[in-house]
Nanobody, 115 residues
Framework: QVQLVESGGGLVQPGGFLRLSCAPS????????MRWYRQVPGKQRELVAT???????WYADSVKGRFHISRDYAEDTIDLRMYDLQAEDTAVYYC?????????WGRGTQVTVSS
């Protein structure tokens, strides 16, 4: 059974940069759309960015121009490059994907933006 594993979270100062990565573990037949979500305690999980199997990209308004999602279609990994990070970007970031017809979540990685 395929799992998604995130990496790259951490503590960064306002205005800083972080790169998150997500990779599948285990074998799969096909991975379609891949996404990054984030969640702050006490709030709903928020969709941050999506990249489809055909390369169509969508961003939440709150991150447009600052976050960039990319995908390696050979490895089915995705990255999220986050520039000019602000305190309001602090959250647990989750990778999500449609894998062999199932919706699969990673366990999340913490991003903290603080001086």
């Amino acid at each position: 059974q395929v799992q998604l594993v995130e990496s790259g979270g951490g503590l960064v100062q306002p205005g800083g940069f972080l790169r998150l990565s997500c990779a599948p573990s285990g074998s799969s037949v096909s991975i379609n759309d891949m996404r990054w979500y984030r969640q702050v305690p006490g709030k709903q999980r928020e969709l941050v960015a999506t990249i489809t199997s055909r390369g169509v990209i969508w961003y939440a308004d709150s991150v447009k121009g600052r976050f960039h999602i990319s995908r390696d279609y050979a490895e089915d990994t995705i990255d999220l490059r986050m520039y000019d990070l602000q305190a309001e970007d602090t959250a647990v970031y989750y990778c999500n994907a449609d894998v062999d017809g199932r919706n699969v979540w990673g366990r999340g990685t913490q991003v903290t933006v603080s001086s």
